[in-house]
T-cell receptor, first 113, second 118 residues
Framework: GQQVMQIPQYQHVQEGEDFTTYCNSSTTLSNIQWYKQRPGGHPVFLIQ?????EVKKQKRLTFQFGEAKKNSSLHITATQTTDVGTYFCAGNDINQAGTALIFGKGTTLSVSS | DTGVSQDPRHKITKRGQNVTFRCDPI?????LYWYRQTLGQGPEFLTY????????KSRLLSDRFSAERPKGSFSTLEIQRTEQGDSAMYLCASSPPVGSGGAYNEQFFGPGTRLTVL
């Protein structure tokens, strides 16, 4: 079945440093979504990418969807302590009808000031 | 609009007992999802409803699990004869109707029900 892998599993940075997490799917995706889960919280939607090669920015966050629609990345510029949490990518298999999202295991970001 | 709510927030039960969880989605959302999340893992899809119809079920959903959404509003997830391996956070999420604006499959998650099976 479809698998979504994320690396790294954990990342610790000093406040102000940049951070990137990578997401790779075993199958082609119709879209990729990114969610953030704060410690003790629930996943919160950040963004959805649909087009091959698409790049979207939200303030300090930059999201990319690969040309082959099998990988994605999230880059945070100049991290802040408020960026702490686990970042999940999730996608829909392009070959599967339906809306079931397959989530990666997430990248947990910690930031020290 | 208070978002997706789930009840109870925590449930401790003994192995072999039945448990039922409730999810109230955002009022205008006709799509509803159940996920299970264990420590260090991403949410794992269980089942999907559009209005009252259960349109998708994960192969991971054993016969001991059943979900309903009788009137297309709230949903319940029942686990029969609980096992220790069922211990997890059970998350409910909802989405607005397709074409109503926003990302196609954006999901709004509730706070979850944490199940502990002793």
């Amino acid at each position: 079945g479809q698998q979504v892998m994320q690396i790294p599993q954990y990342q610790h940075v000093q406040e102000g440093e940049d951070f990137t997490t990578y997401c790779n799917s075993s199958t082609t995706l119709s879209n990729i979504q990114w969610y953030k889960q704060r410690p003790g919280g629930h996943p919160v939607f950040l963004i959805q990418l649909v087009k091959s090669g698409e790049v979207k920015k939200q303030k300090r966050l930059t999201f990319q969807f690969g040309e082959a629609k099998k990988n994605s990345s999230l880059h945070i510029t100049a991290t802040q302590t408020t960026d702490v949490g686990t970042y999940f990518c999730a996608g829909n298999d392009i070959n599967q009808a339906g809306t079931a999202l397959i989530f990666g295991k997430g990248t947990t970001l910690s930031v020290s000031s | 609009d208070t978002g997706v709510s789930q009840d109870p927030r925590h449930k401790i039960t003994k192995r072999g007992q039945n448990v039922t969880f409730r999810c109230d989605p955002i009022s205008e959302h006709n799509r509803l999802y159940w996920y299970r999340q264990t420590l260090g893992q991403g949410p794992e899809f269980l089942t999907y409803f559009q209005n009252e119809a259960q349109l998708e079920k994960s192969r991971l959903l054993s016969d001991r699990f059943s979900a309903e959404r009788p009137k297309g509003s709230f949903s319940t997830l029942e686990i029969q004869r609980t096992e220790q391996g069922d211990s997890a956070m059970y998350l409910c999420a909802s989405s607005p109707p397709v074409g109503s604006g926003g990302a196609y499959n954006e999901q709004f998650f509730g706070p979850g029900t944490r199940l502990t099976v002793l």
